[in-house]
């Protein structure tokens, strides 16, 4: 076992209020300390804005043009589709990673990868 601090742990109700109340800015939070956290751990690995920047400009630069430039075409607002594809990449890349440690720890895996097109929460 790693003498390296853990990351705070985040009960999953205390995570599904707050994403709730807050309208999802809370979950937007969480997502990118769980990967600071990680990086922090591990001494490498993608940083919380490496994971979610490209999420969040991806869906929201093309439907902000979309409403907003008259000349963009309404179909440009699509392209949010690469936003949303980049988040299951980074979600993808944490279950792999959460994975590895309990495997390096001599414990099962807890996660099942293909649980991220089931459900968004982790």
Excluded: H
Excluded at 39 to 65: D, H, I
């Amino acid at each position: 076992m790693s003498s390296k601090p853990l990351g705070k742990t985040r009960p999953l109700w205390q995570v599904i209020l707050l994403s709730i109340v807050t309208l999802m800015l809370y979950y937007g939070w969480y997502k990118w300390i769980i990967q600071e956290e990680l990086r922090r751990y591990k001494g490498y690995g993608w940083s919380g804005t490496l994971c979610l920047a490209p999420f969040v400009l991806g869906v929201a630069v093309p439907q902000l043009l979309r409403i907003f430039d008259p000349d963009v075409p309404g179909w440009f607002g699509w392209f949010s589709l690469l936003g949303i594809a980049w988040i299951y990449i980074v979600q993808f890349r944490l279950y792999k990673t959460v994975n590895e440690l309990y495997s390096e720890a001599g414990m099962k895996e807890p996660l099942v990868v293909w649980w991220i097109f089931v459900s968004s929460w982790d």
